[in-house]
Structure formats: structure tokens, C-alpha cells
């Protein structure tokens, strides 16, 4: 059983008591309605969140897919639901709001709704210049992570990947995808990534936390099937570029020693370190490594999570540079992590434009 699996088997009772308490404060704002039914629905919504995700760890489906499409969609309706009913609560503490009011306030969650779900799915490409000294020559990067390949997002994530990426051949020579292409809430099949065969660059990919609950060798599998070139601890290089790969996970695996990953660096190459987590840049950067790329915070995906991550995470979303010299690119990824909605975030590519100072 995956890490993920028992994440949810584990929050799922305390995510139905939530659900029966919102519930109830909910109706109570139009008229209150029996606890049996509270009950029943807050069961109800505990099946919908653990059912579906079990089967879709055998075998996927369309159904369990969207059940499991609606299910997360419903968890980021809650919360925004807990803020507006607070919201509802505290105003009314000083003023007493009519009906209409409360109904008008209700309706601001479907609507944004919308909104977020269409941003989820709307791939936008950004940009970004990097001004470097040891560089032989201009060249631009695609940095993409956290696909997030699963039940919410598909196959269809990947041909959307793939078909945006084939618009960029002609300016970009290189695509580096910095961990996540997987999610954990689906199997992986050999042939799931294979629209990324028709794309005429070389794709490197290094697995963070999330490749692993699947099954890491399923998705190691299919990046190889799909001609996808996986750096585990590894490196590549490509022109002027000396690409490390360090994975990233959780769980206990078998991680290169300092001195090690000292040894992979070429002083007369550009150096990037491919990391899942945007962690340890200064380290990386007094060892030599001239750009890291990392993703994982999805720049906290939607508010109020946004203003969350940037407390968390020094480096949450864009790119930094050091006193060094040495650049960080955190990107907000492409995919969403257990609910299809976006809100103050994009669900981006990006191309890194390498020029020379």
C-alpha cells in the first residue's frame, strides 16, 4: 500500500466528521435539516473518497475516474465552503444578513468553481532569462514537473504535453521535467506516456515523491517505452549542458554521497541539478551546479493555499538567483495534486532562454 493510499485511508474519518459539521452549519444558514441525513451524506462522501481510489490502484476506468474527478472537485468546494460560511458567521456577529445576502454569498463557491477548473486545465507557456558566463552558446530549455499522470488528470494531460510541446520544437531544444509525472492515484501502464514519442527533443525525467507510489518501476517503464531519457542519480549531457539528476522520495532509498555527486559536475559545461524539491540551492550551488530545477509547492496551486506555501517554502514558485551567481527555477507545475482546480497559479510550461552574460 502506497504512502499516498494510507494518507487517505488515515485523514478519511476525520475528513467525514468535517463534512457532517459543515453540513450542518451550512443548512442551518437556510432553515437546518435533520443529523440522519448529515449523517448519511457525510458517509456517503467518505465511499466517494476511499472507494473509487481502490479500485483505480488495480485497474483504471473512466468511472472511477470521474468519480474520483468529482471527489476533488468537492474537497476544494468545502474548503472554500468553511471560509465563506466563517465568513457568513462573522458578519453576522455584527449585522444581521437577509437571505439573500447568505444565498448571494453561497453562490460566489460555484462560480469560482468554474473559474479554478477551467485554469487547472488551461496549459499556459511562460518564460524566463537566465543570464550565464561559461556559456558556449544561446540555447532554451522546456522546464515542466508535477504532471501529476493519475485518475483526476489522465491521458489526457499527456497528449496535452505533448501536442504544446510540439509547438515548441522550433525554438526550444531540450525538455526537462522535474519530477511527479506520475501522481499514485492510478496504475501506470507501459503505453500511458506514449504521445511523448512524437515529440523531437530529447525529454529527461527525474522521479520525486509521488513516481514511487505507483510503483516507481511502472513508471520508469513507461517513460523508457515513451523514449523518455530517466536520470536516477544519473547524468546527461547535451551540448553545453551537464544534466544531473537527483532523485527525490520520501521513502528510504539509496541516496549519492556529497563526494559523489561532486564527481558528476564538468566546470566547462553549464551544470544543472534536476531536483524534485526546491531544497538544499545554496548547498547545491557552493558545490558548482550553476542552475537548479525543481518544482513540487505548485506555488500552492489555488488560494488560500498560495499565501500557505509561501510561508513554507523559502523558494514557493518563479526564479531566484543567489549572490553566487547561481540560478534556482521553481516552477508551478502543469498537473494538480488531488483536486482538478487552480486559483492564482498557472498550470504552466516553461522555457529557461540560457543566453551568455
Known amino acids: 500500500?502506497?504512502?499516498?493510499?494510507?494518507?487517505?485511508?488515515?485523514?478519511t474519518p476525520f475528513y467525514m466528521i468535517f463534512q457532517f459539521f459543515l453540513m450542518k452549519y451550512l443548512f442551518l444558514l437556510i432553515g437546518g435539516l435533520n443529523d440522519v441525513y448529515l449523517v448519511i451524506f457525510a458517509i456517503f462522501i467518505g465511499l466517494l473518497h476511499v472507494v473509487p481510489m481502490l479500485f483505480e490502484a488495480k485497474k483504471s476506468r473512466k468511472i472511477t475516474r470521474f468519480l474520483q474527478t468529482i471527489d476533488g472537485v468537492w474537497m476544494w468546494a468545502s474548503l472554500i465552503l468553511l471560509i465563506d460560511i466563517l465568513a457568513i458567521y462573522l458578519i453576522g456577529i455584527f449585522v444581521e444578513l437577509p437571505k439573500q445576502i447568505i444565498l448571494m454569498f453561497l453562490a460566489i463557491v460555484p462560480i469560482l468553481g468554474v473559474y479554478n477548473y477551467f485554469k487547472a486545465h488551461k496549459l499556459v507557456v511562460n518564460e524566463r532569462v537566465l543570464k550565464m558566463d561559461n556559456l558556449a552558446r544561446d540555447i532554451n530549455i522546456v522546464h515542466l514537473s508535477d504532471v501529476h499522470f493519475g485518475s483526476v488528470r489522465h491521458k489526457q494531460i499527456i497528449r496535452q504535453i505533448a501536442n504544446k510541446l510540439m509547438e515548441l520544437?522550433?525554438?526550444c531544444e531540450i525538455v526537462i521535467i522535474s519530477g511527479d509525472l506520475a501522481?499514485?492515484?492510478?496504475?501506470?501502464?507501459?503505453?500511458d506516456f506514449d504521445a511523448l514519442k512524437e515529440i523531437d527533443m530529447p525529454i529527461i525525467f527525474t522521479p520525486g515523491n509521488h513516481d514511487f507510489y505507483p510503483g516507481i518501476e511502472n513508471v520508469v517503464s513507461a517513460c523508457r517505452n515513451a523514449g523518455i531519457i530517466v536520470l536516477d542519480n544519473d547524468k546527461f549531457e547535451y551540448k553545453n549542458l551537464n544534466i544531473y539528476g537527483l532523485t527525490f522520495s520520501f521513502d528510504e532509498i539509496e541516496m549519492p554521497t556529497?563526494?559523489?555527486?561532486?564527481e558528476v559536475l564538468n566546470h566547462d559545461m553549464i551544470n544543472i541539478i534536476n531536483y524534485h524539491?526546491?531544497?538544499?540551492?545554496?548547498?547545491?550551488?557552493?558545490?558548482?551546479?550553476?542552475?537548479?530545477?525543481?518544482?513540487?509547492?505548485?506555488g500552492g496551486q489555488?488560494?488560500?493555499?498560495?499565501?500557505?506555501a509561501n510561508r513554507i517554502f523559502e523558494y514557493n514558485k518563479g526564479l531566484f538567483k543567489n549572490k553566487l551567481g547561481k540560478y534556482l527555477h521553481v516552477t508551478t507545475g502543469v498537473g494538480s495534486m488531488d483536486t482538478p482546480m487552480r486559483w492564482g497559479t498557472d498550470s504552466e510550461l516553461v522555457i529557461l532562454k540560457l543566453r551568455k552574460r
Not at 502506497?2 to 487517505?8: A, D
Not at 501522481?183 to 503505453?191: L, N, T
Not at 524539491?277 to 505548485?298: A, C, K, M, N, R
Open 1 to 11: 500500500m502506497s504512502f499516498r493510499t494510507r494518507r487517505v485511508l488515515f485523514m
Open 169 to 171: 520544437e522550433k525554438t
Open 183 to 191: 501522481d499514485g492515484s492510478s496504475v501506470v501502464e507501459k503505453d
Open 258 to 262: 556529497v563526494d559523489e555527486i561532486k
Open 277 to 298: 524539491v526546491p531544497y538544499y540551492w545554496e548547498e547545491f550551488s557552493s558545490l558548482g551546479f550553476d542552475i537548479q530545477l525543481s518544482g513540487h509547492t505548485h
Open 302 to 308: 489555488f488560494y488560500p493555499a498560495v499565501n500557505f
